[in-house]
């Protein structure tokens, strides 16, 4: 049985370690055997979580640990992924037991689905993506590594998302639109033309702030 490490004890690290123990892998794949975090203590008021038994950089992986990343900020996220894939590691998949994925769509390495998620067909979603719970995700999208989709965003057919996107919560993208590496999508926003890379879009329509 492979043992699961999740990078990352604070908020969002919390939340998916409820995840990972509601998910399609749990018992199956894998069991969860901890956190990785410097901050020694980021569990000290939260009870009943498992330990947090060293940093990334000092951990050494083992041989039947697994990652996933816990992190919001797709810089950081990108960061201690390649840490540990440096060292070795491998990385699995968290997929919430309430998510839906087509059958003929494909993650990489390192995702994280959370509940009532719902990914279409034919959709392509590179490494470390995160879907947030209540995502609905449009046919043939295309969503590069490290991206981070917050709540409620809905991102229509055709639509391509760039590498280390972060798309805040409750975001539209129009079908068949752009946004480019790099990029902030701003909460409640609606995307109706191409977002340019390394720019944030705000407000209905996006504008670039």
């Known amino acids: 049985m492979n043992e699961l490490l999740i ?14 123990i509601e998910s399609l892998g749990f018992k199956k794949d894998y069991i969860v055997k901890g956190f990785l975090d410097d901050k020694a203590d980021a569990l000290a ?8 038994i060293d940093s990334v950089e000092k951990y050494t992986p083992k041989e039947n640990d697994v990652f996933i990343c ?49 990914i279409s067909c034919d959709i392509k979603v590179g490494d470390f993506v995160t879907f947030q719970p209540f ?19 809905f991102l229509g057919g055709g639509v391509t998302i760039e590498n280390n996107v972060t798309i805040h919560t409750g975001a ?27 720019t944030t879009v705000f407000g209905m329509p996006a504008m670039e702030i």
């Open 135 to 153: 995502g609905m995700i449009g046919h043939d999208c295309r969503i590069g590594d490290n991206c981070h989709l917050n709540s409620h965003i």
């Open 70 to 118: 816990a992190l919001g900020d797709v810089s950081q996220k990108a960061k201690y992924s390649k840490i540990i894939l440096d060292k070795g590691g491998t990385f699995t998949n968290i997929i919430h037991k309430e998510a839906y994925i087509s059958p003929n769509s494909r993650l990489g390495k390192g995702c994280i689905v959370l509940a009532r998620t719902r």
């Open 45 to 52: 008021d939260f009870p009943g979580y498992p330990p947090i």
């Open 172 to 198: 539209i993208i129009h079908p068949h639109k752009k946004v480019g590496e790099g990029a902030t999508v701003g909460a409640g926003s609606f995307v109706g033309r191409n977002v340019k890379p390394h």
């Open 7 to 20: 990078i990352g004890a604070r908020g969002f690290g919390r939340e998916v370690y409820f995840a990972a």
